[in-house]
Nanobody, 115 residues
């Protein structure tokens, strides 16, 4: 089993920054992708950013140039630096590990962007 624990969510004003962290533990090794997804009220879960074991990154168009994903393979962590936050970034953010056709999810952390 793989366990994922997210931290770093909270309330921030528009234009502000937050940093989300995800720590993975359990049966996780080899090649896998770590990423962040989000789900806003009434909407489907969507990809925000992800990083492969080799360092390739992928971002949703809506967050490019504002969000940065970083990953530490040795520590099995993935961070999401979010800058210039907008109200539309408000959502529950979920950490994801994709490995051998399996998806593992954290419980999520709420990010609220509001003045």
């Amino acid at each position: 089993q793989v366990q994922l624990v997210e931290s770093g969510g909270g309330l921030v004003q528009p234009g502000g920054s937050l940093r989300l962290s995800c720590a993975a533990s359990g049966s996780i090794f080899g090649i896998y992708t770590m990423g962040w997804y989000r789900q806003a009220p009434g909407k489907q879960r969507e990809l925000v950013a992800r990083a492969t074991s080799g360092g390739t990154t992928d971002y949703a168009d809506s967050v490019k140039s504002r969000f940065t994903i970083s990953r530490d393979n040795a520590k099995k962590t993935a961070n999401l630096q979010m800058n210039s936050l907008k109200s539309e970034d408000t959502a529950v953010y979920y950490c994801n590990v994709a490995r051998n056709g399996m998806d593992y999810w954290g419980k999520g952390t709420l990010v609220t962007v509001s003045s």
